[in-house]
Nanobody, 127 residues
């Protein structure tokens, strides 16, 4: 069974940076078959797509709210996907989740109906 573990969350001041990591294990398909997405959920709000990467070719997709500030990448030797977050704003505060699926179109649409989810990591942007 696929397991995803997020790490790297924490408290950061506005304008600061953080790097989140999502490490996968127990996958039943070839790693290249997967798409890995990052989603976030703030208190009282719905879960929203942040970014997604297609492992097979590295195609990356971003929500408009994070374009130019966040970068998604994968280290296939480590089965790990990173989300580099810079110029963070208070409105970026949320629990960040990584998720995995194999339907490539879901990556383009940042569709939250992914098959497997991590436990989440808290990101707080505050002075």
């Amino acid at each position: 069974q696929l397991q995803l573990v997020e790490s790297g969350g924490g408290l950061v001041q506005p304008g600061g940076s953080l790097r989140l990591a999502c490490t996968a294990s127990g996958f039943t398909l070839d790693w290249n078959s997967y798409i890995i997405g990052w989603f976030r959920q703030a208190p009282g709000k719905e879960r929203e797509g942040v970014s997604c990467v297609s492992i097979v070719d590295g195609s990356a997709y971003y929500a408009d709210s994070v374009k130019g500030r966040f970068t998604i990448s994968s280290d296939n030797a480590k089965n790990t996907v990173y989300l580099e977050m810079s110029t963070l704003k208070p409105e970026d505060t949320a629990v960040y989740y990584c998720a995995a699926d194999w339907v490539q179109s879901m990556c383009v649409m940042l569709d939250p109906d992914f098959e497997s989810w991590g436990q989440g990591t808290q990101v707080t942007v505050s002075s």
